[in-house]
């Protein structure tokens, strides 16, 4: 995965919920995934977002946040959201 920036509107939408609902910048990185075909959001060191948070991006933007966590030896709980458009709100 690479690191980037967001790259449209619903990215930096979701950014800026994520900085009202008290989310460092710093810590909010979009991702794309190896083969280019999803983008992922990932909050500081694989955090979990709190629930009223994701529920206000998904009520405020037309995306589904999808989250996926895993186990590492080395560093405990990762999780990071796939970032799914939902075609049944338009």
Do not use: A, H
């Not at 609902?21 to 990932?42: A, P, S, V, W």
């Not at 948070?53 to 796939?82: A, H, M, R, S």
């Amino acid at each position: 995965m690479r690191s980037t920036q967001p790259i449209n509107f619903i990215e930096d939408k979701i950014k800026l919920l994520l900085c009202t609902n008290g989310y460092e910048q710093k810590d909010i990185e979009f991702k794309e995934t190896m083969g280019g075909d999803m983008r992922i959001l990932r909050i500081g060191y694989w955090q979990m977002l709190d629930e009223d948070t994701i529920c206000n991006i998904q009520e405020n933007v037309n995306v589904i946040l999808k989250p996926t966590t895993f186990w590492d030896d080395d560093c405990g709980w990762k999780t990071w959201y796939d970032i799914l458009i939902n075609k049944e709100s338009n």
